[in-house]
């Protein structure tokens, strides 16, 4: 199975579970959705109800294929204001 | 000038204004949003605000423009705190200018409203009995958690 490497940043909550900013992952994950599966097993992530995902630092959808190189983002529930 | 702009200083107001300022308008409206005390019956002595800055400015920007485009606002500007935030301190800023009075009304309550819901920036409230909490982040975690629970249970 193909593998490629992704840069995972993480903000909020997400960051506090992961302990990290952000990190090189080496992976199968295929779509945002998989990493997302991946990275919850490893860090035991919450599951927030309006979870959204960027992908090169632009929203995106949980089934595009990432492509090695690929920066992700997992966007739980924003509050600014 | 239509734009977003995220700030790890204080957010002084009367720069602000300036950039919006244009002839052809007759109308200014603003909305600040300060840090308040309580949020849902829990004392609140500091927040701080987190951003994922590259989407944040570009969403940020995208929602100015569309304000213009929706209420025909002639120029507007928001800026957003992010860092550590005591109670009182000024959160946000939107100014819009506009022709007239109504689509700067209009254009200001539609970029606050937004921002809120679009743009990737993150709340952390301290509350004064020590613990500290993402605002919109926990409780969907907690209802999560327990509907994980309950649906076991159910099984």
Known sequence: MARRKLRIEYFAILRERAGVDCEELDTEASTPAELFEELSQRYAFPVPGQLKVAVNDEFSDWQTLLADGDSVVFIPPVAGG | ?????????????????????????????????????????????????????????????????????????????????VGDLAIGELAVWVGVSAPHRDAAFAACRFIIDEVKHRVPIWKKEHYSDGNSGWVNCEACAEQAANSRVSSSRRA
């Open chain 2, 1 to 81: 000038m239509n734009l977003f702009k995220l700030s790890a200083e204080s957010l002084r107001p009367e720069n602000f204004r300036e950039h919006l300022r244009d002839p052809a308008c007759g109308g200014f409206s603003t909305f600040e949003g300060w840090v308040r005390n309580q949020n849902e019956g829990r004392e609140v002595m500091e927040l701080e605000y987190q951003a994922y800055e590259p989407l944040a400015v570009k969403e940020g920007c995208r929602i100015v423009a569309e304000a213009s485009q929706r209420y025909g606002s002639s120029k507007a500007l928001c800026v957003h705190r």
